[in-house]
T-cell receptor, first 113, second 115 residues
Framework: QQKVQQSPESLIVPEGGMASLNCTFS?????YFWWYRQHSGEGPKALM?????GDKKEGRFTAHLNKASLHVSLHIKDSQPSDSALYFC?????????????FGRGTRLQVYA | GALVYQYPRRTICKSGTSMRMECQAV??????VAWYRQSPQKTFELIAL?????????EQNFTQEKFPISHPNLSFSSMTVLNAYLEDRGLYLC???????????FGHGTKLSVL
């Protein structure tokens, strides 16, 4: 059964700083990797996805995937207080069956002004 | 844009009673709907996956008898928590996906408290 682990559990960074979130997964057949963000009182929202090894950049957010080392990360450049939220790594074997999405336990990011 | 509305946002029910929650997809066709429960500790459990025109698939530890789901069309799904007890507390999330998209859209969730 797929295991998805995230670190750190919580992270505090100053405004303008870089936040780095890590995620490891156990199933080598995993194909698709997502980062979700959840603000208090809301459901999770998909931030970005990465499917191929290497980096993928979207604005201030960069995801990095290394399937061989079973590792995916998210880096947030120039962090803003509005980035403060719970961040979840989610992993699936494919997009055809949405229910195969397995979530990590989350990293709580706090950005202080 | 694609949105998922879920209601009610919060509900409190007495132990042993039942409550129904609904999920509406707007701006896209929800060919697949996944119902999750997020515990107070924020971990996610997949309850069941529903695909239009296919049988609903429940995960281990969740049954149709306890969590009956309806997915009658491409914009609506509902789930009932029957005979709710303390261990059923949590945030119930509906995640919907359009066949043409890779992204799973979540509603705000229905927060269930049980007295």
């Amino acid at each position: 059964q797929q295991k998805v682990q995230q670190s750190p559990e919580s992270l505090i960074v100053p405004e303008g700083g870089m936040a780095s979130l890590n995620c490891t997964f156990s199933d080598r057949n995993s194909q698709y990797f997502w980062w979700y963000r959840q603000h208090s009182g809301e459901g999770p929202k998909a931030l970005m996805s990465i499917f191929s090894n290497g980096d993928k950049k979207e604005g201030r957010f960069t995801a990095h995937l290394n399937k061989a080392s079973l590792h995916v990360s998210l880096h947030i450049k120039d962090s803003q207080p509005s980035d403060s939220a719970l961040y979840f790594c989610a992993v699936s074997k494919g997009t055809q069956v949405v229910g195969q999405l397995t979530f990590g336990r989350g990293t709580r990011l706090q950005v202080y002004a | 844009g694609a949105l998922v509305y879920q209601y009610p946002r919060r509900t409190i029910c007495k132990s042993g009673t039942s409550m129904r929650m609904e999920c509406q997809a707007v701006g896209f066709q929800a060919t697949s709907v996944a119902w999750y429960r997020q515990s107070p500790q924020k971990t996610f459990e997949l309850i069941a996956l529903s695909t239009v025109n296919s049988a609903i698939k429940y995960e281990q530890n969740f049954t149709q008898e306890k969590f009956p789901i309806s997915h009658p069309n491409l914009s609506f799904s509902s789930m009932t928590v029957l005979n709710a007890y303390l261990e059923d507390r949590g945030l119930y999330l509906c995640g919907a996906r359009d066949e043409g998209s890779e992204r799973l859209f979540f509603g705000h969730g229905t927060k269930l408290s049980v007295l």
